[in-house]
């Protein structure tokens, strides 16, 4: 994926994060009980800072091994769907079953940073053995 078209979708989930936020302010308090109001900010805490770190690792291609780049970005964006994803889904259904898709989510969100650190490392020793 072309690094213009990452940086749309780690912003296309920026402004997603800020609808679910102020969705969850305005339209569920009250509605929904603390603990199902506290897992909908837990999946819009995930979802910011993970697009935030989407839209970072976008712009940072150029000091990565861009392979292990594009599928580090991939499995951060699944990762983030399947595990923020659930979460907003759980709230607004009360589908408790949902519940069991949020690891699967977290572990994809854990792979695709170990990814981003073997990226970064392999591009580090990329370049650095021409010295």
């Known amino acids: 994926m072309h690094a213009s078209l990452q940086i749309a979708v780690a ?3 920026l402004l997603v994060s800020v609808a679910t936020g102020a969705f969850g302010s305005h339209a569920l308090a009250g509605r929904v009980d603390l ?9 819009v ?4 800072l993970h697009a935030v770190a989407l839209l970072a690792l976008a712009s940072a291609q150029a000091y990565l ?8 970005f991939s499995l951060l964006l699944v990762g983030t769907l ?5 979460l907003l889904l759980l709230v607004l259904s009360e589908q408790r079953w949902l519940g069991m898709i ?5 572990v994809l969100m854990l792979g695709g940073w170990g990814l981003v650190l073997l990226a970064a490392v392999a591009h580090y020793h990329q370049h650095n053995k021409k010295r």
Do not use: D, E, K
């Not at 805490?45 to 910011?48: D, E, F, G, T």
């Not at 949020?102 to 977290?106: A, E, K, Q, R, W």
């Open 35 to 43: 603990n199902m109001l506290a897992v909908w900010q837990t999946a």
């Open 82 to 86: 399947l595990f923020s994803g659930s």
């Open 102 to 106: 949020t690891p699967i989510g977290g």
């Open 65 to 72: 091994q861009p392979r292990l780049q594009h599928l580090a």
């Open 11 to 13: 912003a296309f989930l």
């Open 45 to 48: 805490q995930y979802l910011s």
